[in-house]
């Protein structure tokens, strides 16, 4: 399969761009090329997924595009914002206003109620949080009957989609979602992804998310696979193909 990854400038309906990243780490005297020379550009009001073997790169090319973490060299524009020389407060507000996470272990403060964990992008940036999208979120997630409980009073399934509401109620330009249903059982890891599957569909959010586990990608439009710091293939799943996969899949957790 022909790879259509390159990145030539920044694309009208790209929310990130990234040309020629590579990332290396020293390890020993030995240097480990994690990217190498990465070009790809996530269209907006789209769900990627990025997969592919432990030490592939998929991670790092994530926290690399979201600013976690820096490249050795490469350009990413993000939002429209070149942020590979950004300073770290620069950085952080990017982060803060542009980007939403979620992450394999939740990362919920326990000493808030759910409805404060959710806001809290919201309000550490002085903002209001805008109550009608708030009841939306958790109206489709589900948990609108859970908002006054604190994380350890929910279940795992229940934290994760506190966390997902959390992550689109700022409305960033993308939602970065590493390994979101790693520590979650199949039925549960399943209404995660559809709901991160419906805030594309009907909020126009886009979704950019790493995972191990093949059946959790199906529930994108495009699977970018990754093998030695290099993107090996690059598919695009048509509706009546993610919808013929699912179903698959659905049947397969009931047997």
Same mark, same amino acid.
């Given at each position: 399969?022909?790879?259509h990854?390159?990145? *030539? =400038?920044? #694309?009208?309906d790209?929310?990130v761009? #990234?040309?020629a990243?590579? %990332?290396?780490?020293r390890?020993g005297?030995?240097? +480990?090329?994690?990217?190498?020379?990465?070009s790809?550009?996530?269209?907006r009001a789209r769900? $990627?997924?990025?997969?592919?073997?432990?030490?592939?790169g998929k991670s790092?090319?994530m926290?690399c /595009?979201?600013g976690?973490?820096?490249v050795?060299s490469?350009s990413i524009?993000?939002?429209?914002?070149?942020?590979?020389?950004?300073?770290?407060?620069q950085? $952080?507000?990017v982060?803060r %206003?542009?980007?939403?996470?979620?992450?394999?272990s939740?990362?919920?403060?326990p000493?808030?109620t !759910?409805?404060?964990?959710?806001?809290?992008p919201?309000?550490?940036?002085?903002?209001?949080p805008?109550r009608?999208l708030v009841?939306?979120?958790?109206?489709v997630?589900?948990?609108?009957? *859970?908002?006054?409980?604190?994380?350890?009073?929910?279940s795992?399934?229940?934290?994760?989609?506190?966390a997902?509401? *959390?992550a689109?109620v700022?409305r960033p330009a /993308?939602v970065?979602?590493?390994e979101?249903t790693?520590?979650?059982?199949s039925?549960a890891g399943?209404e995660?992804?559809t709901?991160?599957?419906r805030?594309?569909?009907?909020?126009?959010q $886009?979704v950019?998310m +790493?995972?191990?586990d093949?059946a !959790?990608?199906r529930y994108?439009d495009? /699977?970018?696979?990754?093998?030695?710091g290099?993107?090996v293939?690059?598919?695009?799943?048509?509706?009546? =193909?993610?919808?013929?996969?699912?179903?698959?899949? #659905?049947?397969g *957790?009931?047997?």
């Amino acid at each position: 399969m022909t790879v259509h990854t390159a990145a *030539r =400038g920044h #694309a009208p309906d790209d929310v990130v761009t #990234a040309t020629a990243l590579v %990332k290396t780490y020293r390890q020993g005297a030995a240097e +480990v090329r994690a990217l190498d020379e990465v070009s790809v550009g996530i269209r907006r009001a789209r769900f $990627t997924a990025v997969v592919g073997p432990s030490g592939s790169g998929k991670s790092t090319l994530m926290h690399c /595009v979201a600013g976690l973490d820096t490249v050795t060299s490469g350009s990413i524009v993000l939002d429209g914002t070149e942020i590979t020389g950004l300073s770290d407060r620069q950085l $952080t507000r990017v982060r803060r %206003k542009r980007i939403g996470f979620v992450f394999q272990s939740f990362n919920l403060l326990p000493q808030l109620t !759910a409805y404060e964990n959710i806001v809290l992008p919201v309000t550490m940036s002085g903002g209001r949080p805008d109550r009608d999208l708030v009841d939306h979120l958790c109206d489709v997630l589900g948990i609108a009957h *859970r908002l006054s409980h604190r994380p350890a009073e929910l279940s795992g399934g229940q934290q994760q989609r506190v966390a997902v509401a *959390r992550a689109l109620v700022a409305r960033p330009a /993308v939602v970065f979602a590493d390994e979101p249903t790693g520590n979650l059982d199949s039925r549960a890891g399943a209404e995660v992804l559809t709901m991160l599957r419906r805030s594309v569909d009907e909020l126009g959010q $886009t979704v950019v998310m +790493v995972t191990h586990d093949p059946a !959790a990608a199906r529930y994108a439009d495009r /699977v970018l696979t990754l093998a030695d710091g290099r993107v090996v293939e690059d598919e695009h799943i048509t509706p009546s =193909g993610r919808t013929a996969a699912l179903a698959g899949d #659905a049947r397969g *957790r009931r047997r």
